[in-house]
């Protein structure tokens, strides 16, 4: 079928088609879509419909087009055409035109209805303030201060306030039955009420209604009327005022009675926002300051706007005046005559609000208005924005006159002898006449437009002089009133917060307030002008011969004011403007406060005396007090509240006086936004160097539960900065709120590393054995391209934990540990558990006994110390009693401590039994028989069964050094793989990612030692099983090495080992070095080998100098330091002179003895970057993975000294910006950082700091051994 929508352009192709292109007309008509007898009207000669129809319209074309534009132009200016306006602008078009004959009946409806468009639409009546305040530029201006300001409020502390009012009574209209008779009219009877009623409404972001504010019109409000309602629906907030309007006094009241109360937020360091309009009771000083001291901000919104960004104008007002509507009619047809008084009107007021205040109407004006979420493009795309005067006066500006044809109306004389030419000499010299009439009028409108623009000047010069009252932006007096208020300043008359106002003309209303004749400061001045200036120069000045005296410019008094004050102290008469100077210095009066110069007894008038004063506050720095007040709060790890407290701070006021004086106390919420600025602010930073390091960037993290029960995941990266300088910092510490799954905790772990934009330059992940930590590297490795089980590692020091608990319990270590932590007392069920488990257990059951008993504890020091007064010894004697250590949080370590510590008490312990049993005897034998009473229970520790015999003793021992060759290796590997200066002036590293293998076969090794010699030892057969246990454990996870190439990769690269590692320990094994160098060569091949490499200067020489002092472990690790089976001689005689090598091949026969000498394998590669500079960036990357997760792990340490039970309310956002901030500043990446947050001497560390600084955050059980080491001490 042929389609009936086609153009001019189809018409003329088609005859084209049939004329040239020898189509026939049907042809033509199917191909362009044409109907066949267009074409061939088209060929015989006629005219298109459009212009058979133009000859018979009154208007030609192109007047037509220019009133389309002039009824768009009315529209957008607010004064949209009626029909009858349209109608009878064109009747004056066609008299001017001599066409007297009317416009058809249905001409307009016909003229909108051939012209797309326009449309005709009901036009909705607005006040001109409202259409022309409301455009894009007030948008924007208010929510460039709504995100930047308080974008970061949380939205269900964002509450949205505004006033309404309804008629208590509706003249409602409605349709009715009654009597047929036409001429009979339906009346209905008027409500008896039409009082006006207002009420004040709040809504939050997150749909929460508040309780309404209800205004009556009346001087006092009886209680008594509204009984039902307080009882059942109505317990609002009720008031009253003469007028039934809100006042300054009303809306103070509903702030302080309703708002605050209801809107507490969980936490009280959280911020409140309120957004309201500019209504004089919203912007009043007590309001303001009220809202201050409550932590609450005022974003208040441009003028004439409210209808089109404040959610409450939007949607639910709307639906609660219709709903009242459809109560006060349902109450009116049940009621004779609608009586609405007050009980009726909060009634049906409770029912309309019911249907209003629904959760998603609330939500829907919050995302309609952009204010929440917040989207400024939803209010840029509101209905009844108008645009800028700009773009509109753009839009609509006055084309050139367009080419006059023949059907034109002419406009202008020259127009008219253009059409002259084209007609008769006759008709050329009534055209000529017209011209000349043309002419004259044309000149006679030029004089009257001159005479305008003159008109128009003279009244810019007379608006120049005319001054108006200020009304100043309310956001800005907000934000000016809260500096002072928090600078401790009085609040300021409400005339001089009228001053100097500069806002946008466009957004805000902004005059000038001119220091007129009346201000009491010209008694002081003189009136100089010259020009258009005007200016107050000071005459006490002049009399004083002052060099340069004191001008002010006339447009403002404040300056003036605080100058008469400062300088000369002079007053402001009573009932005058005071100065902002003496109403702070009136206000420190009030409040017993006392300035320099009255605490030193000083007289300002005295030049020497008023210098000393100066002096003296000029050498308080402010800055320095408060970064000292800020080292003790951080490291002392209080509540932020400490800064605020009223003891404290007299204490600073009596030792200085200007610490009150200049306002150097820090309050709570200062060193909250201080922290929350600093991290935004050094981000930035910290990304750059993130995105500039050369190599991978490896990561570790694991979960952590806080004292005030949020649970926490640390997020930490390794890497190498420009300088090839290994670092190490701290990415975030999310809050995992639901289900720890693998795919939750990697949703927290890649949203970090995305904020940093780092996700192409991630490497591997070092983790525990947690189960969902290999579904998290499933995830992410999805995410970021690559397979999550090989670039995985696992932390050495929880598979040494695995095999130590294997070897201490047995093959069900996981039944024990549900009472390590040994905090309560054992049950009789846990206890034989315990003894079950061996000696290990037997020794848990004593400590923990002892430990919960008092008379246990005192029983086993006073043996000890009647031991110690007998011997003759003066150092035995200078001992102190040691108690006993309990094992606890399933840490292996901690049972090692309490093995030795209770080796070395073993003689005491033996004593104290003996006597507590003894103790026991008497106390439960009967005085009558001297026997032993049949109640009496015998303690748990004076049992034989629960006593340790001199076999278990023996074993305790075994264990005991066994265990400590698992400390010696988790000690060693346990760093951060950092060079560092150590003990005995000695260079080096610990936490090395190549002496993992080493390790497994060293423990392995040691384990097998001990089980071929468990014979000699007592109990064999339970010795042999446990220490198979424990290497069973170890060789699981040694065989599973396989997953992933970082260990192989990282061992065979350090020069010092190479593959002659792995021939000399491996050489039984011939398939497993084969599957190893597969491994490496991949990644080399893969990854390497064809890799495009920048260098960048490294300083870091390779560290040469032997150390003396070694553990077992270490001394290990030294011996294993072989030359390669294959060496480089053999090498280069198997290889042709054609034969090509790769750096990989080059240095694998690059070998020299002196290789087996280099410690640091990290400068070794630094040296050799430019001979191998992709072999050195691979092993530069896998050199630097962390063999352990012990990072971590101090981080929570540091968090726990951070969250005390008495900050169980500090935020999660807060904990991790602090923990972020500081492993920022201790990697050096950031040093500027604001002295209010971070200690001294961290920024002025050096790098080569001591074994002691650098370990000082190390996992909690080292510390803990160092502890009883030093209790010890006087005990070898």
């Known amino acids: 079928m042929v389609r009936r929508n086609y153009t001019e352009d189809d018409v003329a192709e088609a005859i084209f088609d049939t004329t040239d292109r020898g189509l026939s007309q049907n042809e033509a008509a199917q191909k362009r879509g044409v109907p066949q007898w267009t074409i061939s009207r088209r060929l015989s000669g006629q005219a298109s419909r459009n212009e058979r129809i133009q000859a018979h319209q009154r208007i030609p074309k192109s007047q037509e087009e220019t009133l389309i534009r002039w009824v768009l132009r009315q529209e957008s200016l607010g004064y949209a055409p009626s029909h009858s ?59 460039d201060i709504r995100e930047n300001e308080y974008g970061w409020i949380k939205p269900e502390n964002t509450v949205n306030v505004d006033e309404g009012g309804i008629m208590v009574g509706f003249g409602l209209d409605s349709l009715v039955i009654g009597s047929s008779d036409p001429k009979k009219k339906a009346m209905l009877k008027g409500v008896q009420s039409r009082t006006w009623t207002s009420f004040i409404e709040a809504v939050t972001a997150t749909g929460r209604a508040l309780k309404p504010g209800i205004i009556f019109k009346g001087k006092e409000l009886q209680k008594q009327w509204f009984l039902n309602e307080f009882e059942l629906i109505a317990d609002w907030h009720y ?191 009534k055209y000529s006449k017209i011209a000349k009439g043309l002419e004259a009028l044309e000149m006679k409108v030029a004089v009257q437009n001159a005479r305008i623009t003159g008109l128009e000047e003279q009244m810019a010069q007379v608006r120049r002089g005319k001054k108006r009252k200020a009304v100043p932006n309310p956001n800005r007096r907000f934000m000016a009133l809260s500096g002072n208020l928090a600078a401790g300043e009085a609040l300021p008359d409400s005339k001089e917060a009228e001053i100097e106002v500069d806002v946008d003309e466009e957004v805000e209303s902004v005059i000038e307030v001119v220091l007129d004749g009346n201000s009491w400061a010209w008694e002081y001045g003189y009136d100089i002008q010259k020009g258009n200036d005007r200016k107050w120069v000071c005459k006490i000045c002049i009399r004083k011969n002052t060099l340069k005296p004191k001008t002010f410019t006339s447009t403002g008094i404040q300056n003036t004011l605080n100058h008469l004050y400062d300088d000369h102290r002079i007053c402001a008469p009573e009932g005058k403007t005071k100065s902002a100077s003496q109403l702070r210095a009136e206000g420190r009066k009030a409040k017993g406060q006392s300035s320099i ?61 200007c610490v009150k004086l200049c306002d150097a106390n820090l309050s709570a919420t200062s060193i909250r936004r201080k922290i929350v600025a600093s991290y935004e602010q050094h981000k930035t930073k910290v990304m750059e160097v993130l995105q500039s390091s050369p190599g991978l960037i490896h990561v570790s993290f694991d979960g952590w539960r806080s004292g005030n029960r949020h649970a926490l995941y640390g997020i930490m990266c390794f890497f190498q900065d420009e300088k090839n300088k290994p670092r190490k910092i701290v990415l975030g510490v999310p809050e995992v709120s639901t289900r720890h799954s693998g795919t939750n905790i990697a949703a927290e772990v890649l949203e970090i590393i995305d904020s940093y934009g780092i996700k192409n330059k991630i490497g591997y992940f070092t983790l525990d054995n947690a189960e969902n930590n290999d579904s998290a590297m499933a995830v992410i490795g999805g995410e970021l391209g690559f397979d999550g089980r090989k670039r995985r590692g696992r932390c050495f020091g929880h598979i040494l934990n695995l095999s130590a608990k294997a070897l201490l319990f047995g093959s069900n270590p996981e039944a024990f540990e549900n009472q390590l932590s040994g905090a309560a007392a054992l049950s009789e069920t846990e206890h034989d558990l315990w003894r079950r488990g061996g000696p290990a257990g037997k020794l848990h059951n004593l400590v923990v006994d002892i430990d919960r008993s008092d008379v246990l504890s005192y029983l086993l020091r006073g043996v000890q110390q009647a031991d110690m007064d007998q011997s003759i010894d003066p150092r035995v004697r200078a001992r102190k009693p040691l108690n006993i250590v309990v094992d606890n949080d399933t840490r292996w370590l901690s049972q090692l401590y309490m093995i030795r510590r209770a080796i070395k008490l073993r003689p005491y312990l033996d004593v104290m039994i003996l006597k507590h049993k003894q103790a026991w005897e008497q106390d439960n034998r009967s005085k009558r028989t001297g026997l032993m009473r049949r109640s009496a229970v015998q303690p748990r520790i004076c049992l034989s069964e629960n006593q340790l015999s001199n076999k278990d003793w023996d074993v305790l021992e075994h264990l005991a050094r066994i265990l400590g060759f698992y400390e010696v290796t988790v000690k060693t590997l346990e760093g951060d793989g950092i060079q560092r200066k150590r003990k005995r002036g000695w260079v080096g590293s610990y936490g090395n990612i190549w002496d993992v293998i080493q390790g497994f076969e060293f423990l392995m090794a040691k384990l097998e030692e001990y089980k071929a010699f468990a014979a000699d030892y007592p109990d064999p057969e339970h010795f042999r099983i446990n220490i198979n246990l424990g290497w069973q454990k170890l060789n699981k996870y040694y065989t599973i090495l396989d997953e992933t190439p970082i260990y192989y990769v990282a061992l065979a690269l350090h020069p010092a ?17 084969a599957t190893a160098k597969e491994m490496v060569q991949e990644v080399w091949e893969t990854e390497y080998r064809n890799l495009e490499v920048v260098l960048s200067p490294g300083n870091e020489p390779v560290a040469k100098r032997r150390r003396k002092y070694q553990n077992a472990f270490e001394e290990y690790c030294e011996q294993s330091r072989y030359e390669p089976t294959t060496t480089p001689a053999r090498m280069r005689s198997s290889a042709t002179p054609e034969s090509p090598r790769d750096e990989y091949e080059a240095w694998q026969q690059s070998w020299v003895p002196t290789d087996t000498d280099i410690r640091d394998p990290i400068a070794y590669w630094q040296d050799n970057r430019a001979q191998y500079p992709r072999l050195s960036r691979m092993a530069l990357d896998f050199l630097t993975i962390q063999p352990m997760s012990a990072e971590c792990e101090r981080l929570f340490s540091a968090a726990g000294r951070l969250v005390t039970p008495l900050r169980s309310r500090l935020e999660v956002d807060i904990i991790g910006m602090c923990l972020v901030l500081r492993s920022w500043i201790q990697a050096k ?48």
Not at 97 to 121: A, E, M, Y
Not at 377 to 395: G, S, T, V
Not at 603 to 609: A, S
């Open 85 to 143: 306006q349209v109608r009878a602008c064109v009747e004056a078009i066609l008299q001017q035109q001599g066409d007297n004959k009317p416009l058809g009946k249905h001409w307009t409806t016909r003229f909108v209805k051939r012209h797309p468009k326009l449309s005709t639409k009901l036009g909705k009546r607005q006040e001109a303030a409202r259409f022309d305040g409301f455009t894009p530029k007030a948008v924007n201006w208010y929510f």
């Open 239 to 429: 008031i009253t005022s003469p007028n039934g309007w809100t006042d300054n006094h009303i809306a103070l009241e509903w702030l302080k009675d309703v708002y605050l109360p209801q809107t507490e937020p969980r936490d009280a360091s959280d911020a409140r926002l309120i957004i309201l309009d500019g209504h004089g009771s919203h912007a009043q000083d007590e309001w303001m300051a009220t809202c201050f001291l409550n932590n609450v901000y005022c974003c208040y919104l441009p003028a004439h706007c409210s209808h089109g960004l404040q959610p409450l104008d939007n949607g639910i007002f709307n639906v609660i005046k219709g709903a009242y509507r459809k109560e006060l009619q349902k109450l009116a047809s049940l009621t004779d005559s609608a009586p609405v008084d007050k009980v009726n009107f909060i009634r049906a007021y409770a029912e309309a609000r019911e249907a209003g205040m629904r959760k998603d109407i609330i939500l829907s004006g919050w995302r309609f208005t952009g204010n929440w979420p917040i989207n400024r493009y939803k209010a840029l795309a509101h209905p009844e924005i108008q645009p800028d005067k700009e773009k509109l006066l753009e839009e609509f500006k006055t084309p050139s006159p367009p080419q006059l044809h023949s059907d034109d109306t002419p406009k202008t004389s020259r127009q008219v002898r253009e059409m002259a030419k084209q007609r008769s000499r006759p008709t050329r010299r």
């Open 597 to 657: 110069t009255e605490l030193m007894k000083l007289d300002t008038n005295k030049p020497r005396e008023q210098a000393i004063a100066n002096g003296f506050i000029k050498n308080f720095d402010k800055k320095h007090f408060q970064r000292l007040l800020m080292e003790w709060i951080v490291e002392a790890n209080l509540s932020f509240e400490t800064a605020e407290h009223d003891k404290l701070r007299k204490i600073f006021a009596y030792l200085n006086p």
């Open 1057 to 1073: 080992y190479r593959w002659g590692w792995f021939e000399e320990h491996w050489g039984k094994h011939p398939d497993w070095i």
């Open 1229 to 1276: 990446i950031i040093d500027d950082l604001d002295p209010l947050f971070v200690p001294t001497q961290i920024k002025v560390e050096s790098s080569a700091r001591s074994e002691a600084g650098a370990r000082e955050s190390m996992a909690s059980f080292l510390g803990r051994a160092r502890e009883l080491a030093e209790e010890e001490k006087g005990w070898e």
